[in-house]
Every structure is written in structure tokens, then in C-alpha cells.
């Protein structure tokens, strides 16, 4: 970099410091006249104009770093999460080839790859990387944490409990790995790790996203040895520690949800995407609150040989986002619905989303796409993909929001920290629900959690039928499974199916009164 594009860079960088978007634009665009290949101009315009909401001219610019092959490491770990938030899959990957052999990539972007293809759920990718990374240096905290998670994912809990209990020798103060090490399995009154946690959350100075990672930790072992009162205190340490971080307003869910009350519905166009055969691929949208049964759904759905699972994925989102020329927040948000309603190609949608799933598919007929948020994009789906089959999972309201409540997402579900929020989340999600079945008669099968899981059989029968495949017996052998599972439910879907004979929620009842008397305050 020549004097003076080092000196552009400087200050297009501190304009966007301040958030003076135009200015750093101007600035990076400078660049780009002078030296039109320079990738950090160009993942930083493709990170400005995502900020302001320009998703095509956002994802254009990524893609343009990608075909200039750059090699600064930072530029490249920023460039994968580019690629991945527009699900550019398959260029990732080719940038990965690019880099050569993994014994040449540099630890930090070994990391940095893996994650994003974690996201993509390509976990056993991921792991290659991590098993690279681990070789070049087998005591580095951030790659045994990283792999131990993939592990998780892949249902080999043994050797994800072996790299973490390593990372807390080596590192004993990383909360994350005390958070993680926590899910790996039941604890008992005799090993458990109680009294560490307990003294690590004493200690000063803790940020707020540490408390959590702590506090849930807690939380968990509390539950498991039974100690309800100690759980409840945990917990309601960690959900106001995470509530601190984020920011998030309940009348922003009620006006989305109007919004899309408010949107036109209509018939799609003719399936458009098809395999050997002219017979078109089916998706099937496993759709609800999170936490309402539906990675077991899928699971089960997984073990039929015309059916190819691939997770929770964005793609989708990354469609209408095309489509309207919107980065919106999260799977969507109001300005979206909004533009949508002003008129958009459905069809192209459709086709779009077929298009970029298709180099995860195999020879099967029916894919599973597994994001529970998507209930959010019913209409949508119904008029882009007239073919696709929609599973709602019901689940008894109570347990669907203690588990929310009691679970360490992201940033992506705010609401579900809060008593009081989560119950007036859940009562717009009932809401526009109602409104799907009214609005798309025919094309939304609600699956109970409850029946799913006394009666999987016949209420798989069910679930073929309304999908158009026959049921095949495989689908119930639910331990047989290999395949990769980056969810919450990651650790306990491993296991056969187990109907509850008294709900998770029961021995909380007091604690949860909030959540509660919210969710009764939408009941007719």
C-alpha cells in the first residue's frame, strides 16, 4: 500500500468510526479509482452498504474481494464472514481452496474458516480445519474451544469433553469454556463444578457477557442436582446479564407482526427447480418458536431415504433480502415486509433460494431447511415456493418459553431473557400463526411436540402423507443418526425419543409466575 492510499484508509476508517458513512464511502471509493482490487476497500464498502441497508450492492462488493484472491489475513477473515452472511457457500469454499494446503493457513484463519462453515453447517469441514489448528498448536484455548464445539455438533461428546477439560487446565478463567463444558452432560451431586462457578461469578470485573456465559452454566449444573431454588437465582442472574447487551424494544415484534398481518398473500408461480426425472425438489420448512421440538422433527425426518436434512440456514432470508435490495436485521424485520409488499418477484425468490441449495442436495427428492424463525416467512415461502410443505411444532406454551428462557442464544432472539418479554413474543407469535393458517389454507401442518414424542409413529405417518412420501421405518431410529446438529438441541436429539411425564417446567412454577400470567394475558 503506497502514502497515500494508507492514508486514505486511515481516515475512511475513523469516519466509519463515527459512523459518517458517506464520508468513509468516499473515501474507500478514492481507493478503489487508484487501485480498483483493493480488498479491504472492498469489504469495508460491502460492510457499509449492509449497514445502511443495500444488500445487493453489499453482497456485489464482497463478491469482487472474493475474485480479486486477496491474501492479508485479516482481509480474508473478514471477506469469510462476508461470504457466509450472503450465503455465498460455495465462493467461501473456493477461497479456502485458494489458500493452499491447511498446514500453510495460519492458525487464526483456520479459526476464522471454520466458524463460518459451522454456520453453514458444514461441520465435518469445520473440523478438518480445527484438527489442522489443533496439530499446529494443541494448546491454544480458542482452537480447543472451537473444535470442542463442532464435536458437540457432530454427537462425539467424549472428545469435546477431553478438549474442554484440557482448555480449563490451560485457561481456567475463559467463561465460555465453563458454559460449554456444562451442556456435555447430566452432572451429579457427586462431580460437578458448582463451587468453581460460584467463585469464578464472585470474582470482580466481570462483563456482562461473562456473567452469562457463567451464570447459565449454573444454571444448568443447579438443574441437573436438583436444586431449584439455587437454578432459579442462577438464571435470573444470567437472563439480566444477557438482557444488558442487547437491545431490544417488544412494541418492535408487535409492529412486525402487524406488518405482516397487513401483507397480501398470494398464489406463487410453477415449481421451477427439478432433478432427473422432472420431478421437482420439495422443501419442507420446519417452522415455530425456537426450542419447540423441531431439530427433533427433523432428525426423525433425516432417517427417510428421500429426504436429505440441511439444517438451520438463512437462505431463505437471503432471498428476500435480494429481492427487495435489503439487508434487514435478523431472518426479517418490518422495512422489509414493508418493501416486499411494495411488489416483489416471488418467483425469482423461489427460484433463487432453489438455486443456491442445490450443491448441499443429493439424489433426494425432499430437503428439510430447519429455521424455527422462518415461521416468520410463511408468506413469503407460500408465494415463492408453492411446492414447499410447512411443519409448524406446537409445544405446550409454558415448557416452549422455560426452555427459550433458560437457553444461550445470540443476539438473535432478544426476547427471550425477560419474562415479561417473552410472553408478549410468544402471544404475537400465536398471533400471526393464526393468521398463516387463515391466510394459506392447506399448506401448514401444526405437529404437537407432545403426540411427537408419545406416538412418533403415527404422527409421522401424518407428517408423510401431508408431505407427499411414504413412511419408512429408518425414521424412527433416531440413534443411528451421524449427521451434524448445530443447535440447542445438539447434545440431548442424540438420544431416543423421550415423552416427559412431567413437564420440565413444574418444579419452577412460583419462579415463573411472570411468564406465566403474560401468557395467559392473551388467552381468550
Keep these: ?43 469495508q464498502l460491502s460492510y457499509i452498504e449492509s449497514l445502511q441497508g443495500h444488500y445487493r450492492d453489499a453482497r456485489e462488493y464482497a463478491l469482487r474481494a472474493a475474485r480479486g484472491r486477496p491474501t492479508e489475513l485479516p482481509v480474508l477473515a473478514e471477506l469469510a464472514k462476508r461470504l457466509r452472511t450472503f450465503n455465498e457457500a460455495e465462493v467461501l469454499l473456493d477461497c479456502l481452496r485458494g489458500l493452499g494446503s491447511l498446514d500453510r493457513i495460519p492458525i487464526p484463519l483456520l479459526l476464522a474458516f471454520a466458524a463460518q462453515l459451522s454456520y453453514l453447517n458444514r461441520q ?43 482448555c480449563l487446565r490451560r485457561a481456567p478463567e475463559i467463561a465460555q469454556a ?89 398464489a406463487g408461480a410453477q415449481p421451477v427447480a427439478t432433478i432427473a426425472g422432472d420431478s421437482p425438489r420439495v422443501p419442507i420448512f420446519i417452522v415455530g418458536m425456537h426450542r419447540s421440538g423441531t431439530t427433533l422433527l427433523e432428525q426423525l425426518l433425516d432417517g427417510h ?62 430437503f428439510t431447511d430447519k429455521l424455527p424463525s422462518n415461521f416468520l416467512n410463511i408468506g413469503f415461502i407460500c408465494q415463492a415456493l408453492p411446492q414447499a410443505k410447512i ?54 401442518l401444526d405437529v404437537d411436540y407432545g403426540r411427537l414424542t408419545r406416538d412418533t409413529e403415527a404422527v409421522l405417518r401424518e407428517v408423510a402423507g401431508f408431505c407427499g412420501f411414504a413412511f419408512e421405518p429408518g425414521m424412527l431410529a433416531l440413534q443411528e443418526r451421524t449427521r451434524g446438529v448445530a443447535t440447542a438441541s445438539a447434545v440431548q436429539v442424540r438420544d431416543r425419543v423421550v415423552a416427559l411425564e412431567r413437564p420440565k417446567w413444574a418444579p419452577y412454577e412460583d419462579y415463573l409466575q411472570p411468564l406465566i400470567r403474560g401468557l395467559k394475558a392473551g388467552s381468550p
Design 391 to 444: 411443519l409448524h411444532m406446537v409445544r405446550d406454551p409454558i415448557e416452549t418459553c422455560f426452555s427459550n428462557l433458560r437457553e444461550l442464544f445470540s443476539d438473535a432472539n432478544p426476547y427471550s431473557y425477560d419474562q415479561q418479554e417473552l410472553a408478549f413474543y410468544y402471544r404475537q407469535y400465536e398471533r400471526l400463526m393464526a393468521h398463516w393458517r387463515a391466510a394459506c389454507p392447506g399448506r401448514i
Design 1 to 43: 500500500m503506497n502514502a497515500s492510499i494508507y492514508e486514505l484508509a486511515r481516515r475512511a476508517e475513523q469516519h466509519a468510526g463515527q459512523r459518517d458513512w458517506e464520508a468513509a464511502r468516499t473515501l474507500y471509493l478514492e481507493i478503489l479509482r487508484r487501485q480498483p482490487d483493493h480488498a479491504a476497500s472492498l469489504v
Design 124 to 166: 465435518e469441514d469445520a473440523l478438518r480445519l480445527l484438527d489442522e489448528a489443533k496439530r499446529a498448536d494443541p494448546d491454544y484455548p480458542p482452537t480447543l474451544m472451537a473444535r470442542s464445539q463442532i464435536l458437540t455438533y457432530l454427537g462425539r461428546f467424549q472428545a469435546a469433553e477431553q478438549d474442554l477439560q484440557y
Design 305 to 366: 431415504g428421500d429426504i436429505h436434512g440441511v439444517g438451520e440456514l438463512y437462505d431463505f432470508t437471503s432471498q428476500m433480502r435480494w429481492a427487495t435490495d435489503y439487508h434487514c436485521r435478523g431472518v426479517i424485520d418490518e422495512t422489509l415486509v414493508r418493501k416486499a409488499a411494495a411488489g416483489v418477484d416471488y418467483a425469482a425468490a423461489g427460484q433463487g433460494y432453489l438455486q443456491k441449495m442445490e450443491w448441499r442436495l443429493g439424489k433426494e427428492r425432499f
Design 178 to 266: 465453563w458454559w460449554l463444558v456444562s451442556r456435555l452432560r447430566k452432572q451429579s451431586r457427586e462431580a460437578n463444578h458448582v463451587d468453581r462457578l460460584r467463585r469464578l461469578l464472585a470474582a470482580p470485573g466481570r462483563r456482562p457477557e461473562e456473567v452469562a456465559l457463567l451464570a447459565y452454566a449454573l444454571h444448568k449444573e443447579l438443574d441437573d442436582i436438583g436444586d431449584v431454588a439455587g437454578a432459579g437465582e442462577a438464571l435470573t442472574l444470567a437472563c439480566r446479564a444477557k438482557r444488558s447487551t442487547l437491545k431490544y424494544q417488544s412494541e418492535e415484534s408487535q409492529r412486525l407482526v402487524d406488518a405482516l398481518i397487513e401483507l397480501p398473500v398470494e
